[in-house]
């Protein structure tokens, strides 16, 4: 327990230590958040579900349950200089080193029995395998139910009707074993809470397209929880809309954290969550803004709180890591010409195979766009492997390709 | 025995092919389409073309079969159906339809993750979809009777090789493993019309036998996925073990499911391939577990190797799984992760000597 705590308070802490540096009070109220989730469950006055990436979160705000996402966590326990421990613990019970670190770090702490006991387990297919594979092993070490909604790679009304169809039978088993009741006016109001969360992200999106831009990509780049799993909570809705009141004051004001900028990239996929130079060394000594993050990207349509697991179901379908690639590439092509981008990191995360699978085909398309790319093969959940050196000497010649 | 008879290189197949890669394909409705459906396995060792398109720590499985697309020159390979098996097929989708546009027929069908209803009702819809797709890339209606006709001769496949298994569970039947496993490779590449009379001629014969006793070896199954070649099995059984059952995708998760015939056929096949028993990449693992379990007692096991292909995520998850759950049962349990390179060979055998000498 002794264990538990210390790790929540040290990242309150360091939550804390942060403030006074050119963060968003959104995006601390974001960490506050997360942090403030994970007591809550520790302190048992709500039953958790532990999810996958991208779960359907409104319905867990609905019925009242706290969702944990394991990729979050493992990212927390990165930045706390944390995760290789837990690698080791699942290495140790014969996991490959081979799969992605983040679910490999967050099975590490199943392992170790360090999420409170979870009610049941989420997962969605559509991103990848091994956050399935994850979390169906955490259900099996924690004995409860494991809920995978399968979700396909196509966006027709088959599609939504079968993924909708999965939401409802989940529904009804999780108010079962929580012994909650299914409120219609409860699922209306989380839906409503998301639609309203998705305005105030678009608007923040909107406003990061001034130039100098308003917010750090490497800040930004953290609101992996929030938009994986914060749809549909009132927190969420109120930290977005701070993000939102925030940014347009800064605009107003001509601010930018970063000053001058010399170029403007995109960013694909996660981050590094470890301590690392990288953003010190783009955003602040070379003034490389990044703009704008794939991860942000609102590609889902407004939902209707009147039909909520069909809307639930296109959310969770329309998702940017689960387009057809042809319509990905032309949400790229847009994003690059909104942000007026003059190039592309895509740090390809060591393990997931679903990015690395396409990578080549997403060079190609944005070099023909004019449009270069540099792929950066790390790790985000583990120092590892992981040389500064040898970053900033790829970063450097992608600058100077530049201009 | 498991001659020329089992030998599609030898055969002329006179309808255009359209490949597979995952036994979730529908393959029955291929061939009703007037297609030849069969399953790319190539054995190429270097991928000098994949490995610029698809990133190292892509499944070697993967690179091997966008390399045979890149390399292929058969004139009557006319395209491929993909499944979304996992983050690497769907990997191979993806490289397939930018990099080799010149193949004219590319299908990616989804499959479900879960078994149930939903899943049987939305996969019927899938399996249409492809229906439709043949239909208009054929420019000719698959007819009720040709898909009847069809369903009739697959199952009749799986049929004679699950009754070829028995066989071998019973000692009836003299085939070693390299041959046993050619055989199943031929049974999804030969033409139906010449691959089941031969299977069937060789069961016939073998049924006359009488159970016999034969000099012990130790006993083993091989569960994973992909069987890269038969020189796996060649090793195994060169060092003194017997392969009796596998839980392979190239083995018996071929076969081992019914397709019944009704009046709605394309539920009848939804219904029929989602009943298999689940791999890796399904929902529920316990279930394979118990499967491999079951073969365990039914063909008296005293030894699994777990083959995993290296990069698969769904398998490499289930094995600590499966490993713990056997170990505990006092069952030798031996991994061995491939990368398709085959310059592990000498390190193989090694390893397997070892195990063997543990059972």
Same mark, same amino acid.
């Given at each position: 327990?002794?264990?538990?705590?210390?790790?929540?308070?040290?990242?309150?802490?360091?939550? &804390?230590?942060?403030?006074?540096?050119?963060?968003?009070?959104?995006?601390?109220?974001?960490?506050?958040? =997360?942090?403030?989730?994970?007591?809550?469950?520790?302190? %048992?006055?709500?039953?958790?579900?532990?999810?996958? =990436?991208?779960?359907?979160?409104?319905?867990? !705000?609905?019925?009242?349950?706290?969702?944990?996402?394991?990729?979050?966590?493992?990212?927390?326990?990165? %930045?706390?200089?944390?995760?290789?421990?837990?690698?080791?613990?699942?290495?140790?019970?014969?996991?490959?080193?081979?799969?992605?670190?983040?679910?490999?770090?967050?099975? %590490?702490?199943?392992?170790?029995? &360090?999420?409170?006991?979870?009610?049941?387990?989420?997962?969605?297919?559509?991103?990848?395998?091994?956050?399935?594979?994850?979390?169906?092993?955490?259900s099996q070490i924690y004995r409860c139910e494991y809920f995978l909604i399968d979700v396909p790679q196509e966006r027709g009304e088959d599609a939504v009707d079968y993924v909708a169809s999965q939401l409802e039978e989940m529904t009804?088993?999780?108010?079962? =074993?929580?012994?909650?009741?299914?409120?219609?006016?409860?699922?209306?109001?989380?839906?409503?809470?998301?639609?309203?969360?998705?305005?105030?992200?678009?608007q923040a999106n909107e406003l990061r397209k001034a130039v100098p831009s308003p917010m750090r990509g490497s800040e930004a780049l953290s609101y992996l929880y929030l938009i994986g799993v914060g749809f549909g909570s009132k927190k969420?809705?109120?930290?977005?809309?701070?993000?939102?009141?925030?940014?347009?004051?800064? *605009?107003?004001?001509?601010?930018?954290?970063?000053?001058?900028?010399?170029?403007?990239?995109?960013?694909?996929? *996660?981050?590094?969550?470890?301590?690392?130079?990288?953003?010190?060394? $783009?955003?602040?000594?070379?003034?490389?803004?990044?703009?704008?993050?794939?991860?942000?990207?609102?590609?889902?349509?407004?939902?209707?709180?009147?039909?909520?697991?069909?809307?639930?179901?296109?959310?969770?379908?329309?998702?940017?890591?689960?387009?057809?690639?042809?319509?990905?590439?032309?949400? $790229?092509?847009?994003?690059?010409?909104?942000?007026?981008?003059?190039?592309?990191?895509?740090?390809?995360?060591?393990?997931?195979?679903?990015? !690395?699978?396409?990578?080549?085909?997403?060079?190609?398309?944005?070099?023909?766009?004019?449009?270069?790319?540099?792929?950066?093969?790390?790790?985000?959940?583990?120092?590892?492997?992981?040389?500064?050196?040898?970053?900033?000497?790829? =970063?450097?010649?992608?600058?100077?390709?530049?201009? | 025995? /498991?001659?020329?008879?089992?030998?599609?290189?030898?055969?002329?197949?006179?309808?255009?092919?359209?490949?597979?890669?995952?036994?979730?394909?529908?393959?029955?409705?291929?061939?009703?389409?007037?297609?030849?459906?069969?399953?790319?396995?190539?054995?190429?060792?270097?991928?000098?073309?994949? #490995?610029? @398109?698809?990133?190292?720590?892509?499944?070697?499985?993967?690179?091997?079969?966008?390399?045979?697309?890149?390399?292929?020159?058969?004139?009557?390979?006319?395209?491929?159906?993909?499944?979304?098996?996992?983050?690497?097929?769907?990997?191979? @989708?993806?490289?397939?339809?930018?990099?080799?546009?010149?193949?004219?027929?590319?299908?990616?069908?989804?499959?479900?993750?879960?078994?149930?209803?939903?899943? +049987?009702?939305?996969?019927?819809?899938?399996?249409?979809?492809?229906?439709?797709?043949?239909?208009?890339?054929?420019?000719?209606?698959?007819?009720?009777?040709?898909?009847?006709?069809?369903?009739?001769?697959?199952?009749?496949?799986?049929?004679?090789?699950?009754?070829?298994?028995?066989?071998?569970?019973?000692?009836?039947?003299?085939?070693? /493993?390299?041959?046993?496993?050619?055989?199943?490779?031929?049974?999804?590449?030969?033409?139906?019309?010449?691959?089941?009379?031969?299977?069937?001629?060789?069961?016939?014969?073998?049924?006359?036998?009488?159970?016999?006793?034969?000099?012990?070896?130790?006993?083993?199954?091989?569960?994973?996925?992909?069987?890269?070649?038969?020189?796996?099995?060649?090793?195994?059984?060169?060092?003194?073990?017997?392969?009796? +059952?596998?839980?392979?995708?190239?083995?018996?998760?071929?076969?081992?499911?019914?397709?019944?015939?009704?009046?709605?056929?394309?539920?009848?096949?939804?219904?029929? @391939?989602?009943?298999?028993?689940?791999?890796?990449?399904?929902?529920?693992?316990?279930?394979?577990?118990?499967?491999?379990?079951?073969? +365990?007692?039914?063909?008296?096991?005293?030894?699994?190797?777990?083959?995993?292909?290296?990069?698969?995520?769904?398998?490499?998850?289930?094995?600590?799984?499966?490993? #713990? @759950?056997?170990?505990?049962?006092?069952?030798?349990?031996?991994?061995?992760?491939?990368?398709?390179?085959?310059?592990?060979?000498?390190?193989?055998?090694?390893?397997?000597?070892?195990?063997?000498?543990?059972?």
């Open positions: 327990m002794l264990r538990k705590r210390s790790f929540y308070l040290k990242t309150k802490i360091l939550n &804390l230590l942060r403030r006074g540096d050119s963060r968003l009070k959104a995006t601390r109220k974001m960490t506050e958040m =997360i942090i403030d989730f994970i007591l809550s469950s520790l302190k %048992g006055k709500k039953p958790i579900v532990l999810t996958s =990436i991208w779960p359907p979160s409104e319905i867990f !705000y609905a019925l009242d349950l706290i969702p944990l996402n394991v990729e979050s966590v493992a990212a927390s326990l990165a %930045g706390l200089g944390l995760s290789d421990e837990y690698l080791a613990v699942a290495e140790k019970h014969h996991h490959s080193p081979e799969t992605c670190s983040f679910l490999r770090c967050a099975l %590490g702490v199943a392992i170790e029995r &360090l999420f409170p006991q979870p009610m049941a387990v989420v997962a969605t297919s559509h991103l990848c395998d091994a956050g399935a594979k994850m979390t169906y092993t955490a009804e088993k999780l108010a079962e =074993i929580s012994r909650r009741k299914i409120e219609k006016e409860k699922l209306s109001s989380a839906v409503k809470l998301s639609n309203l969360a998705r305005a105030y992200a678009l969420a809705t109120e930290i977005y809309k701070s993000m939102a009141r925030e940014l347009g004051e800064r *605009v107003r004001k001509k601010f930018s954290p970063l000053g001058r900028e010399r170029h403007r990239l995109l960013w694909l996929h *996660v981050k590094p969550y470890f301590q690392t130079n990288l953003f010190r060394y $783009l955003e602040i000594e070379r003034k490389v803004s990044i703009a704008f993050e794939e991860m942000n990207h609102i590609a889902w349509n407004e939902l209707n709180p009147e039909d909520p697991f069909r809307s639930i179901a296109r959310r969770l379908i329309f998702n940017l890591g689960n387009f057809p690639l042809d319509s990905y590439l032309e949400v $790229l092509s847009n994003i690059s010409k909104e942000y007026r981008i003059d190039g592309v990191i895509h740090y390809a995360h060591w393990g997931c195979r679903w990015n !690395y699978g396409r990578g080549k085909i997403v060079k190609d398309a944005l070099n023909s766009l004019g449009i270069p790319l540099l792929s950066l093969d790390c790790d985000s959940a583990s120092r590892r492997g992981y040389s500064e050196e040898r970053v900033q000497n790829q =970063i450097d010649a992608f600058l100077e390709m530049l201009g | 025995m /498991g001659g020329d008879e089992f030998n599609s290189e030898k055969k002329f197949i006179e309808r255009p092919k359209i490949g597979w890669f995952c036994t979730y394909t529908p393959e029955e409705l291929i061939f009703a389409a007037g297609f030849h459906p069969f399953r790319i396995r190539e054995e190429i060792s270097a991928t000098k073309f994949a #490995d610029t @398109y698809i990133h190292h720590n892509i499944c070697p499985f993967v690179r091997r079969s966008l390399e045979y697309g890149f390399q292929n020159k058969d004139p009557k390979f006319l395209g491929v159906v993909i499944t979304n098996s996992c983050d690497a097929m769907r990997c191979l @989708y993806h490289n397939w339809k930018k990099y080799l546009p010149s193949t004219s027929f590319i299908h990616f069908l989804h499959v479900p993750r879960i078994r149930n209803s939903l899943a +049987v009702e939305y996969f019927t819809k899938e399996i249409m979809g492809l229906k439709r797709a043949l239909e208009d890339y054929s420019g000719r209606r698959i007819e009720e009777s040709s898909l009847h006709s069809a369903l009739r001769t697959y199952q009749e496949s799986r049929e004679l090789l699950k009754k070829l298994y028995d066989l071998r569970r019973e000692e009836r039947i003299d085939l070693d /493993g390299v041959t046993f496993y050619r055989i199943m490779k031929e049974s999804q590449e030969m033409p139906k019309a010449e691959f089941n009379p031969s299977l069937k001629n060789l069961i016939e014969k073998a049924s006359e036998n009488q159970k016999r006793e034969i000099k012990k070896r130790p006993r083993v199954m091989i569960v994973g996925s992909l069987l890269r070649s038969e020189r796996v099995i060649e090793i195994i059984e060169g060092a003194g073990a017997k392969v009796v +059952v596998d839980d392979l995708c190239f083995g018996r998760r071929y076969f081992e499911f019914n397709v019944e015939e009704s009046d709605d056929l394309l539920t009848s096949l939804s219904k029929g @391939y989602l009943s298999k028993v689940p791999c890796a990449r399904m929902k529920d693992s316990h279930l394979r577990l118990m499967e491999s379990e079951r073969l +365990v007692e039914e063909y008296r096991v005293e030894g699994i190797i777990y083959l995993t292909l290296k990069f698969c995520d769904n398998h490499l998850y289930d094995y600590p799984l499966f490993r #713990d @759950y056997f170990q505990r049962k006092g069952i030798p349990f031996l991994q061995i992760e491939d990368d398709f390179k085959g310059e592990n060979v000498g390190q193989l055998r090694t390893r397997i000597e070892a195990f063997l000498e543990v059972i």
